[in-house]
């Protein structure tokens, strides 16, 4: 074999692959999206998309909108309004804080945002590709908020292209974050549509109630065997709070929604412990609807794991989860009929 000589990457290439890394599908992008959305402090997402986001994806919200002055440069990798030192990780309590979610999003596609804040005359709008402004910014007509479109996700990357080429499953994918994030926060109402179809596949109302939207998201035979626990550990600063079905109800399907400090996060092994609670009522093979929101002190997290973010790795986690386990098995021991079961200590 030939000796091969090292080559120093050029800085296109590095940002490809980083980007590859935060945004893997369009779900990903959407998350990134919906969390900038609610940093914003939004009480109405939409999102708009064809072909499960890879041709066109559209996210409008009515949040605080984006500063002109910052127009240039939001989309350069590392600018973020929401942390300024590495200590300040440490007391992260917004989604973002790494300034690289729409960086990435830029070198992997194309995109144009309008936005607008309160104290501005009018909206501009900016179009950007690999983290830079193309041209100027436009002034243009425009309500308070955000709109982001992102086209052709992974144009420059060829294989992910054929890897992601089934546009039902990345649409479904969308509208199971966009409902984890709806259970989540009641208070914002969502919508998710396909761009040529009148009807949208998710919607829920500003200002409704975590019941309200369990029954409309999942339907209303889950709604009415729920049970919902609170608890709160002032030694292990955490707390909790959640819902789930009581033995009345199962399911084939699982549904299994985690919260960790407000970001959607996936742990197996918790989800684990929470069948394993199950075990005991419910059927063998069939599982329960459960929604557990954990508020973990930011000393006692680092959110800074992986890049998607998915995964967060925390002290005290085997004391949380018998916490959890405990919360569960009280719920489910104390109603054998549909009731709310109110714990706390
Ligand atoms: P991060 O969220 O980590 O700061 P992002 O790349 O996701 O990084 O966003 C960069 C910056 O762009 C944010 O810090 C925020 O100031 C601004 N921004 C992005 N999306 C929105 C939005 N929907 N509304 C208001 N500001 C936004
Ligand atoms: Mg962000």
Request: hydrophobic share 35%; proline share 3%.
């Amino acid at each position: 074999m030939s000796i091969k000589s090292i080559i120093r990457l050029s800085e296109d290439v590095i940002n490809r692959i980083a980007a590859g890394e935060v945004i893997q599908r369009p779900a990903n992008a959407v998350k990134e999206m919906l969390e900038n959305c609610l940093d914003a402090g939004s009480t109405n997402v939409s999102i708009i998309l064809q072909e499960g986001g890879l041709k066109y994806l559209q996210i409008q919200d009515n949040g605080s909108g984006i500063p002109k002055e910052d127009m240039d440069i939001v989309c350069e990798r590392f600018t973020t309004s929401k942390l300024k030192k590495f200590e300040d990780l440490t007391n992260i309590s917004t989604y973002g804080f790494r300034g690289e979610a729409l960086a990435s999003i830029s070198h992997v596609a194309h995109i144009t945002i309008v936005s607008k804040t309160s104290d501005s005359l009018c909206a501009f709008k900016g179009t950007y590709s690999d983290g830079k402004l193309k041209e100027s910014l436009k002034p243009c007509a425009g309500n308070v908020g955000t709109q982001i479109i992102v086209e052709d996700l992974f144009y420059n990357v060829p294989t992910r292209r054929l890897i992601l080429k089934n546009a039902t499953e990345e649409y479904q994918k969308i509208v199971d974050v966009v409902t984890r994030y709806a259970i989540h926060n009641p208070n914002v109402g969502f919508l998710v549509k396909k761009q040529n179809e009148t009807n949208p596949d998710l919607k829920t109302q500003s200002g409704s109630s975590r019941l309200d939207n369990i029954a409309l998201l999942f339907g209303s035979s889950i709604a009415k065997e729920i049970l919902s626990f609170e608890h709160e550990d002032k030694k292990l600063s955490f707390k909790l709070a959640g819902c789930a079905t009581n033995a009345n109800y199962s399911s084939k399907k699982r549904a299994f929604i985690l919260f960790i400090n407000h970001r959607s996060v996936e742990s197996t092994d918790l989800r684990k412990a929470v069948e394993s609670v199950y075990n005991a009522y419910l059927p063998k093979g069939s599982y329960p609807f459960v929604y557990i929101s954990l508020e973990i002190s930011p000393q006692n997290i680092d959110v800074n794991v992986h890049p998607t973010k998915s995964e967060v790795h925390f002290m005290y986690e085997s004391e949380i989860f018998d916490c959890v386990q405990r919360q569960l098995d009280s719920c489910l021991l104390g109603s054998n009929t549909s009731r709310t079961f109110y714990t706390q200590t």
